[in-house]
T-cell receptor, first 115, second 112 residues
């Protein structure tokens, strides 16, 4: 089974801190995604990557950056955390195989609180 | 802009009932549609994926159908059990591009 691992289950940070959220997948997937999930707003795409060192903005990239130096690892960076970035962050990955987009697999999520 | 709507927002049923969750999308130019389950405080688990050329997919007690032209999908759960209690989300992948657009989900509670 595909495993998508997020490094922290819960994080508490202070306003202005630089925050790193790490995600690792073990199935050689090309595509990796970062979403945030908020009550009443559903899942919103922050950034995604379809290859090493490649990244594309999602729907709400402001205040975030990403890094993909290795295929299996996709990092989300909050340059200067703010209280409105308190949220559940979900990492996902998928395979692009023979022109078909395959299923999306999610990690367990990181609940980030910014105080 | 693709918008995905799920109805109802919440559903409570007694154990053993068959039930239907609905998902509608505004742009029929989709590549595929995926149903997910999410338990409280957890990530999403993929249940079923339907390619745009398919009409339905089945896995155990779950059956998902897709009517692309009318912009609708349904998730049918047979003989519901308390363990089915969770939030169910649908997501569509646009015909061009790598993004999924999610609905807000249906919160299901199956009472024993």
């Amino acid at each position: 089974d595909v495993k998508v691992t997020q490094s922290s289950r819960y994080l508490v940070k202070r306003t202005g801190e630089k925050v790193f959220l790490e995600c690792v997948q073990d199935m050689d997937h090309e595509n990796m995604f970062w979403y945030r999930q908020d009550p009443g707003l559903g899942l919103r795409l922050i950034y995604f990557s379809y290859d090493v060192k490649m990244k594309e903005k999602g729907d709400i990239p402001e205040g975030y950056s990403v890094s993909r130096e290795k295929k299996e690892r996709f990092s989300l960076i909050l340059e200067s955390a703010s209280t409105n970035q308190t949220s559940m962050y979900l990492c996902a990955s998928s395979l692009f195989k023979a022109t078909r987009y395959e299923k999306l697999f999610f990690g367990s999520g990181t609940q980030l609180s910014v105080l | 802009k693709q918008e995905v709507t799920q109805i109802p927002a919440a559903l409570s049923v007694p154990e053993g009932e068959n039930l239907v969750l609905n998902c509608s999308f505004t742009d029929s130019a989709i590549y595929n549609l995926q149903w997910f389950r999410q338990d409280p405080g957890k990530g999403l688990t993929s249940l079923l994926l339907i390619q745009s050329s398919q009409r339905e997919q089945t896995s155990g007690r779950l059956n998902a159908s897709l009517d692309k032209s009318s912009g609708r999908s349904t998730l049918y759960i047979a003989a519901s059990q308390p363990g089915d209690s969770a939030t169910y989300l649908c997501a569509v992948r646009r015909e061009y591009g790598n993004k999924l657009v999610f609905g807000a989900g249906t919160i299901l509670r199956v009472k024993s």
